[in-house]
């Protein structure tokens, strides 16, 4: 098999969380930053921010975001947090990402989400990476108050940093079909969404965050088990935000063979390549590719098409769009 050359390849995310994606550098920073002392060495911080290999599901993979979320609870954190993670990805190769996190997760100090947001729309300015962000909501019982301010602030910073809002936390134990009303607010004020569906829960997740207007789907892997559900992601062009190793360390798929990206696109539907989260799952955007590559024999022609449908499908304005094509040739 040939190796992928990613260096004439313009790189994109559309799924990255930032309380999942922070740099080993990082985090030191934002210990000293937060005037905490750092009694670990650098093993135990990445024990405490990655899984291991014996992760049993999504509810333990979730618990990777407690101490990183414990670091951003000021302003001056999430501005540093943001723009060191768009400087990595720049680096990289990246060309544009779109960063996700949950403004209601960072006002444990006191900082209101408005605040959080603008903090990291700030960051974000700093950064030369071409980018925006995702507000997410979170699935929850007692956090609908939290979900419709989020909803508010997206608003509020709409196409000035804010592209989206998003629903994420635990698929399995909150159903998509209780957050209709979240995302009836969202359409009434125009605010474009995704919704993580089709991960922990199955095909009729996707189904609900399609009849919600959903432009995109956070993972969606398991629509292969619904012809229909295929046929309307391919029909209304709903993009899949696939991110194949946080689905093995989710213990969705036991190996990558069986991940069904093949499947999906013999459907029609349309698949961009993500992270997710570059700490917890121990990944970056290279690897994401290069293991599909080797697994499904996708070579640099196919790379720049899920490159291409990235861009295409991202909540960028068109202007920015039609640039990024043209300048990085992925036609
Ligand atoms: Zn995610």
């Known amino acids: 098999m040939k190796k992928i050359n990613f260096n004439n390849i313009g790189l994109v995310d559309l799924h990255l969380h930032l309380d999942g994606s ?17 009694c670990y060495n650098d093993d135990e911080l990445l024990n405490k921010l990655q899984v291991s290999d014996g992760c049993k599901d999504l509810n333990e993979y979730l618990e990777k975001f407690d101490f990183p979320l414990t670091l951003l609870q000021t302003e001056e954190s999430l501005k540093l947090a943001v723009h060191n993670l768009l400087d990595e990805l720049k680096m990289q190769g990246f060309i544009y990402a779109e960063v996700r996190f949950a403004p209601q997760f960072h006002t444990s100090n006191g900082m209101s989400q408005e605040q959080a947001v603008a903090a990291a ?34 608003k509020k910073f709409l196409n000035n940093g804010v592209a989206a809002i998003d629903l994420a936390g635990a ?33 009729k997740s996707v189904e609900d965050a399609i009849s919600f207007g959903a432009s995109r789907i956070g993972h969606g892997v398991r629509s292969v088990e619904n012809e229909k559900v295929l046929s309307e992601l391919a029909k209304k062009k709903i993009a899949l935000e696939l991110c194949p190793t946080s689905n093995l360390n989710t213990n969705i798929y036991k190996d990558i063979s069986e991940y069904p990206v093949k499947k999906l696109m013999d459907a029609g539907v349309i698949v961009t390549i993500n992270t997710d989260n570059i700490m917890v799952s121990n990944t970056d955007i290279k690897k994401e590719l290069s293991m599909l590559a080797e697994t499904f024999g996708f070579d640099e022609a196919d790379i720049r098409r899920f490159e291409r449908n990235a861009i295409e499908c991202s909540f960028a304005d068109d202007e920015l769009k039609i640039k990024l094509i043209s300048k990085y040739k992925l036609q």
Do not use: Q, Y
Request: proline content about 2%; aromatic content about 6%; some cysteine.
């Open 22 to 38: 922070l740099s080993l550098n990082s985090v030191k920073s934002l210990i000293r930053l937060n005037g905490m002392k750092n």
């Open 121 to 154: 729309i700030e960051g974000m300015k700093k950064a030369e990476l071409d980018s925006n962000l995702i507000l997410c909501c979170m699935r929850g019982t007692d956090n609908h108050e939290e979900n419709i301010e989020t909803v508010r602030v997206a």
């Open 171 to 203: 698929e399995g134990l909150f159903p998509t079909k209780d957050f209709r009303d979240i995302f009836e607010m969202a359409s009434e004020e125009g605010i474009p969404f995704t919704i993580h569906a089709g991960e922990a829960d199955d095909f």
